[in-house]
């Protein structure tokens, strides 16, 4: 058997959840996980089925938004041969690969109102029929669920079932996101880039430097965990110096210069010039003089504005940070720093 995956930090509200999830594993009852996406909700799974007395039978995952809406009750169910179109043989489901172990249902929000009727049997009842089949079968399986969704929400607006929600939410596990847990974000990006640094062959991680420690932890990793270690990943792999700290974080992928500009951005490129020109004085003599003026005063005043928060003014001014940093320093606004 596999080794488990790491579930990294010290912070309260994540030690909270965790040990949630650690008193519920010893009992056989059906558990919700909720967290935003990247939080490691299959994580949090994967620990409810190894500390539970299910821990040597088969941990089974399934994304139900993986699947179209067709195929989810012969993913989960099974079917029985010539049960429909190219079903050439009987092919147990999820369920029933799942028996004596436990069931991770990702994204079980996404279920259709008729795979939550089946759904609802088998988790009450423990049985279930295959497709084409009127032969029921019984399985003993441990289901955890997962979702980014508001399941009681969902029930208000009539996209969930009430009694399946009853049923599902014996215990619910709610992982806080990344930004909740500051002091986490060091410690899991040590983590990554020393793994990464392996990967690349280098014979030990560098580390970071304060420039880059403080970005890492002043974004607000949206896409939580997994976006952190892509990006760390990401970084290490660009910087490519097993010697020196790495000192650029690079946070987007498509950073680019000729990066194609959305259509409505282009749009209003496209217009621009006419702007410009309803906007000139009959006074300007040096066209390049007074646009390089306009260019600074622009650059100064949203400085101001964003409190000279350099990643912020180039958020506000629709520029990455280079760009910036290169305008910055063509109107000798770096000499300051």
């Known amino acids: 058997m596999t080794s488990p995956a790491q579930l990294i930090g010290s912070s309260s509200i994540f030690l909270d959840a965790v040990e949630r999830a650690s008193a519920a594993a010893a009992l056989n009852r059906p558990v919700l996980v909720i967290g935003e996406r990247g939080t490691g909700k299959e994580l949090i799974a994967e620990r409810l089925h190894r500390l539970s007395p299910r821990w040597g039978g088969p941990l089974i995952s399934l994304n139900c938004a993986a699947l179209p809406e067709t195929l989810i009750d012969a993913e989960l169910f099974g079917y029985e041969a010539g049960a429909f179109t190219g079903a050439q043989r009987a092919r147990a489901g999820r369920f029933e690969d799942a ?20 759904l609802l049997r088998v988790v009450e009842y423990g049985e279930l029929t295959r497709i084409g089949s009127n032969r029921v079968l019984k399985v003993d ?41 500051a002091e986490d974000i060091a410690v899991l990006a040590s983590h990554f880039a020393r793994r990464m640094a392996a990967e ?11 420039g880059v420690l403080e970005a890492l932890e002043s974004h607000s990793w949206p896409g939580n965990i997994r976006e952190l270690k892509n990006t760390v990943e990401r970084s290490l792999y660009r910087w490519g110096d097993d010697e020196t700290p790495v000192g650029r974080l690079v946070l987007d992928p498509f950073e680019s210069p000729w990066r194609p500009l959305p259509r409505a951005a282009s749009a209003r490129a496209d217009v621009a010039p006419a702007s410009v020109a309803e906007a000139s004085h009959d006074d300007v003599s040096d066209l390049r003089a007074a646009v390089l003026a306009h260019e600074r005063a622009i650059l100064v005043a949203t400085l101001k504005r964003c409190r000279h928060n350099q990643r912020r003014t180039a958020t506000a001014l629709s520029l990455s940070y280079d760009q910036l940093r290169h305008c910055l320093k063509r109107h000798d606004l770096l000499a300051a720093e």
């Open 99 to 118: 028996d004596g172990g436990t069931l991770f249902l990702d994204e079980i929000a996404t279920l259709s109102p008729a795979a939550q009727e089946r």
């Open 200 to 210: 690349l062959g280098w014979p030990r991680f560098p580390g970071f430097t304060k």
């Open 141 to 181: 399986v441990r289901l955890v669920g997962a979702t980014n969704e508001d399941l009681p929400g969902l029930v208000e607006a009539g996209r969930f079932r009430a009694d399946l929600l009853d049923r599902l939410s014996f215990e619910v596990v709610t992982l806080p996101p990344l930004r909740e847990r």
